[in-house]
């Protein structure tokens, strides 16, 4: 009886303790032992079984085959020593031992009866309808691992996990924590990330390596923030005279393939494109090619009518601008395979209108308000997205600034302030949580305006890991409401960014919502989410992405990385 | 008479106007024209006068050859398109013109009497034979440019100058502004950098891409903060053990080979390399090898014995350990060229020293306090450094809250606060500019230190370029003590720095004090130097950084840099 206790309490300590510090977001429920197991990543075999069962390999998406591919190429050159002193050196010996088993085969399969779908068609599914959901078994003995799902989704947010199982040492590929037990699901729905490709262009390899890094946290929607009133880059279909001329260059311009590339590369790796066309704000460069939908253009002082320069509005009053709008969302909504479609309205200058005859003329003619303009501004350009299958999305000002009327199944993105989410909620929005007081990843670069140098960031200070790990999704949100959460992302505004600093700006500080919105409040051993524990696994995250040529940023010296909690304020 | 007059108005505006928006550092004295000249890159010739004089080639030393080849090769590899709506396009009608004259030659030599040195040579001369002044005369009617100086290290720069004059757009490499003369020479003779490579490591391949990005501003001191408390990558001979214990890994040091190759290519770039050893704080590495040598070492908390982990302090009251340091660090200077050795002396901790009982037992046993047994300990390290040609370098701390003795020739450098400098001039010591409130670019990134989610740099905020450029190394320095202002740098202390954000958060950044310290408080045609001006000559030498492979950062949208004052705070 004794014994049977005592055997009982070391089975706990060395089985069921989350101990991993490689995994990043933390599963829903894990448990891990301490046995080392080794894995030859030449000779490893990732195998689905649900194609073998039903006799034909069509029945293996091509999208999901490529992603065993990656995996099975990640295992071979991640290399990824430990993060201890020493580099793994240490680990030689617990697995130089002959009693180490070696596994060699990772089976897959969907659960029975399971629709066998391609990654990127489960992708783009309508929310209520994505799984993610996934179980994976690594057993000590060196037996095969599993890993099932009810999607090829599922799978492979399961393969990215058992990616991160692994270290590398002297050509060694090894765990010291077999066996390992996973069942795990998504907290939120909405895992994003978004980059702004106006202010700075940002060419599709730049593009599919963000979707890479995104795809190792889990994050499942690339928000695409296209356009904005410094350039055009996109290039739209029977409007392709908007980026001829509003593009920074004919080479800084994503056309239609370049979308498809990018839609299939994400779509490959589990993302959805949510792009957004910022309208009616934000959209000075249109005056390039159509001076005549566009008021303020350029307007001087540019502070009098937009928040940074230049300035420049859609003329939401005149008929033909919303014509012109919703034809052109309409035509750029083909390109992506998302059910969601942004149609922005941030920021909103009532001056430039104020100032603009012809806006004026048209409301005094028709006896219409401004916000009575710009609810059929919006309503124009919803309706024809919503006639190719689109949901709108948009930022908070359409709900919290405005009168206008929205269908409610409209997402709303918070982002002035975490303190607004609430608001958003209480008039039964959906929304994404995408607070600049943290996940503005831009903020803390200094002023970039020109001629003032003792000007900040307007979002000072920088927003680190830590300060964004701690945003609660559910602050001030009422139970009945907390349906509407949907999820949340991390933002990139460029006027300090480019291609020379994406990967450091964002990566690993975009996979800190990541975790919030995968793994929610709770670890798998019942404690909260904390910044403490979180750290080593987020240095592992870290320096996992630079071993796969994202070039994501230290958090500390490589003496604290090696060293967990000897850096911390209070060690 | 009134034709004369009108000529010579027209003379002024089209001649003598510095508008050129290339030129970073600004020449001190720039008169340029408005007359397009084009250059074939590929057939253009820079050919040294003073070789062919000598009937000789060895007259030209390597160093300035392999300068000669690799201007010749950025003339044609830059492709740098003017930053101008349109991209240069609109400079295709006045270059195109049968008129354009097109220049074959820029011809080079030192003054009559020179004594020929290598570029080497000339950047590691003490500090008042140092001569890095140029004339250069680019005529616009095809006829072939002229370089003159005294020196080698002259010449690099004008051939420096000569680079940034040129623009590309379809296969034209051309100016707008020619004739172009300039006769330059630096305000100060320091203009530096400083890169810590111990809280992260960084491979020989970045430094010398660092290397040449200080070379294109004219800095010309390399401050390589070699070793801290995190690790001590420096592999000195005689002391090997040092690193092997003190290094992260086998692979993160600098063997004497690799430091041989910095140093060499730093001198064909005309930069010094002065090293820091720092001691006798920020030490704790050397615990591992020579624990007798160490206090504190990793005391908790740490906060009590340093002002970050890992506390960890030499044992200056030691005999041995004194006798040791100053060993090694005369074994270390062997490695350099460099007149100038730092063995820093910063953020010394008094209770490490009061906590440790072999170091109170030395002071009750000597009668010695602990600013006398520091004194013992500097004055060993630094006769060790004389012994073989070294003027030391110090940390503020040493003159100004210090009480030990130090010859005045010791060049201080400040760092804690700009307000400081003038005490430390007051001292009659020269100094070096580092100011964190002005100069250090890690700032602004928030807290490292675990736990501490709410923290921000403890230097908060960031320091913006041009919050930089407002630096004026003369502010509260008497007249007297002008001449003890040697110069300047920026620094990068990488508690959140690794190979994968150095060029982003270094440049352009780091390029604005080497403006300050170049061109002085004074452009060209007299007024004083300002961030209205310097935007766009920032911005150009930004994008020219990038086209050489240099991630630099982007200042501002690419709309803002392609129209200059039009995104300014006021516009």
């Known amino acids: 009886m004794v014994y049977s206790v005592l055997c009982a309490v070391i089975a706990i300590l060395t089985v069921s303790m989350p101990s991993s510090h490689a995994l990043w977001p933390m599963p829903k429920s894990l448990s891990t032992g301490s046995t080392p197991l080794k894995l030859t990543a030449s000779q490893f075999k990732i195998t689905t079984e649900f194609a073998e069962t039903h006799g034909h390999s069509t029945n293996t998406p091509a999208d999901l085959t490529q992603a065993i591919q990656r995996t099975t190429a990640h295992l071979q050159n991640d290399k990824m020593e430990r993060l201890v002193v020493g580099g793994g050196a240490a680990d030689k010996s617990a697995i130089s031992s002959k009693q180490v088993k070696t596994i060699n085969e990772l089976s897959m399969s969907l659960v029975k009866g399971a629709v066998v779908r391609s990654i990127a068609e489960e ?53 010291l924590e077999a066996p390992v037990e996973i069942a795990d699901r998504p907290s939120y729905v909405y895992r994003g990330f978004m980059l702004d490709t106006a202010r700075n262009f940002f060419p599709v390899s730049d593009i599919k390596r963000t979707l890479d890094a995104m795809s190792m946290a889990k994050l499942n929607t690339f928000h695409w923030h296209a356009t904005d009133s410094q350039s055009f880059p996109l290039q739209v279909p029977g409007f392709t005279e908007v980026s001829a001329k509003g593009a920074y260059s004919a080479s800084m311009v994503f056309t239609p393939d370049d979308v498809q590339d990018i839609v299939t590369y994400a779509g490959e790796r589990g993302i959805d494109v949510l792009v957004e066309i910022d309208t009616p704000g934000h959209t000075m460069i249109i005056h390039e090619s159509h001076p005549e939908h566009v008021a303020c253009a350029q307007a001087s002082p540019w502070s009098n009518f937009a928040n940074e320069p230049p300035a420049g509005q859609l003329r939401l009053a005149s008929p033909a601008t919303a014509n012109f709008t919703a034809s052109l969302l309409h035509a750029a909504a083909h390109l992506f395979p998302s059910p969601f479609f942004s149609t922005g309205g941030d920021e909103l200058n009532a001056n430039c209108y104020d100032q603009d005859a012809e806006t004026q003329q048209i409301l005094n003619s028709t006896g219409q308000t401004l916000e009575q303009a710009l609810s059929g501004f919006v309503g124009a350009t919803h309706t024809a997205l919503r006639s190719v299958g689109k949901t709108p999305v948009v930022w908070e000002e ?140 987020l240095h592992d995250l870290r320096y996992r992405m630079v071993q796969r040529g994202i070039q994501a940023i230290a958090l500390q010296p490589h003496f604290c990385a090696i060293r967990p909690e000897e850096c911390d304020v209070n060690a």
């Open 123 to 175: 992708a783009v599914l309508p929310l209520e309808q994505r799984n993610e959901a996934y179980e994976l078994q690594v057993p000590a003995d060196g037996s095969s691992a599993t890993l099932t799902a009810n999607t090829t989704l599922g799978l492979l947010r399961g393969l990215t996990t058992f990616e991160q199982l692994w270290y590398f040492v002297d050509g060694e590929v090894y765990t």
């Open 398 to 537: 359409m709900v919290l600034d405005h009168d206008i009327e929205l269908e409610n199944d409209t997402v709303v993105m918070v982002w002035i302030s975490s303190q607004n989410a609430a608001a958003v909620a209480e008039k039964n929005f959906r929304l994404v949580h995408g607070p600049s007081d943290y996940f503005y990843l831009d903020c803390g670069a200094g002023e970039w305006l020109g001629v003032d140098p003792t000007g900040n960031s307007w979002c000072d200070p920088f927003k680190t890991w830590s300060k964004s790990y701690t945003f609660d999704p559910m602050a001030n949100i009422s139970d009945a409401n907390a349906h509407l959460v949907l999820g949340g992302e991390q933002l990139l505004w460029t006027e300090q960014s480019s291609p020379s600093n994406l990967d450091s700006i964002v990566w690993p500080r975009a996979a800190s919502s990541a975790e919030i919105f995968w793994t929610g409040a709770t670890l798998p051993d019942g404690s909260p989410r904390n910044v403490g524990t979180a750290l080593p696994r």
